[in-house]
């Protein structure tokens, strides 16, 4: 068994070590892919995700063996994309899913760079780099038909600023589901490791025994 895990904007192999040695000590091989290009492009940016996605799903048929994806942040697309082709056992969703929305990206600019950009703008630049929204019918069809419906553990901080907890429970839980929703409650965004360790360690180690 092995672990792909999908690094978000920004986050480098150092952050996710502890992430790793979880699925070292379950016997998991665990490969971290860093999200490449300017500001992380790759994970949101339709040809460019499809393409860094084909490199990553040569390399689980090379591997030939069952692998648990492990997405974290925005790198969700990219995970949605690469378990299209090859399913995975598992999903793990960390800081995550980041919602394909104008207002998460306004949001997610407001966070980061503590700059405050119109939505109207916000859109412009998001047609012109063709990140794709659910308004784009082609896009909305993928990512309704790709999201994962079972076998998905979600894991959120309470103060979290870039997910929509409401968002994840209408589009990700149901009673025809078997995902899990966890909150951890003194987390924000990509620090459930490093906040809540042990709480994250169990139930981590809980799911991909299953």
């Given at each position: 068994?092995?672990?792909?895990?999908?690094?978000?904007?920004?986050?480098?192999?150092?952050?996710?070590?502890?992430?790793?040695?979880?699925?070292?000590?379950k016997?998991i091989t665990?490969?971290?892919?860093?999200?490449?290009?300017?500001?992380?492009?790759?994970?949101?940016?339709?040809?460019?995700?499809?393409?860094?996605?084909?490199?990553?799903?040569?390399?689980?048929?090379?591997?030939?063996?069952?692998?648990?994806?492990?997405?974290?942040?925005?790198?969700?697309?990219?995970?949605?994309?690469?378990?299209?082709?090859?399913?995975?056992?598992?999903?793990?969703?960390?800081?995550?899913?980041?919602?394909?929305?104008?207002?998460?990206?306004?949001?997610?600019?407001?966070?980061?760079?503590?700059?405050?950009?119109?939505?109207?703008?916000?859109?412009?630049?998001?047609?012109?780099?063709?990140?794709?929204?659910?308004?784009?019918?082609?896009?909305?069809?993928?990512?309704?038909?790709?999201?994962?419906?079972?076998?998905?553990?979600i894991?959120?901080?309470?103060?979290?600023?870039?997910?929509?907890?409401?968002?994840?429970?209408?589009?990700?839980?149901?009673?025809?589901?078997?995902?899990?929703?966890?909150?951890?409650?003194?987390?924000?965004?990509?620090?459930i490791?490093?906040?809540?360790?042990?709480?994250?360690?169990?139930?981590?180690?809980?799911?991909i025994?299953?």
């Amino acid at each position: 068994m092995k672990a792909v895990i999908l690094g978000g904007i920004g986050t480098k192999a150092k952050h996710v070590l502890k992430t790793v040695n979880i699925y070292k000590n379950k016997g998991i091989t665990p490969t971290f892919y860093e999200a490449e290009g300017v500001f992380g492009n790759s994970l949101y940016r339709e040809k460019i995700y499809t393409k860094k996605s084909n490199d990553i799903i040569n390399q689980i048929k090379s591997d030939n063996i069952p692998y648990i994806l492990h997405c974290i942040s925005g790198s969700n697309w990219l995970g949605y994309e690469i378990n299209s082709k090859i399913q995975a056992k598992s999903i793990i969703l960390e800081s995550s899913p980041i919602e394909p929305s104008t207002q998460c990206f306004q949001n997610f600019i407001k966070v980061n760079y503590n700059i405050n950009i119109s939505k109207s703008v916000v859109e412009f630049l998001m047609n012109s780099l063709e990140i794709p929204t659910r308004k784009d019918d082609k896009f909305n069809k993928w990512y309704t038909n790709n999201k994962p419906s079972q076998n998905t553990l979600i894991l959120a901080g309470a103060m979290d600023k870039l997910i929509d907890i409401n968002y994840i429970k209408k589009e990700y839980l149901s009673s025809n589901s078997n995902n899990k929703l966890v909150i951890f409650k003194n987390s924000g965004h990509c620090n459930i490791s490093k906040r809540e360790y042990e709480v994250y360690k169990n139930i981590l180690e809980n799911f991909i025994s299953e």
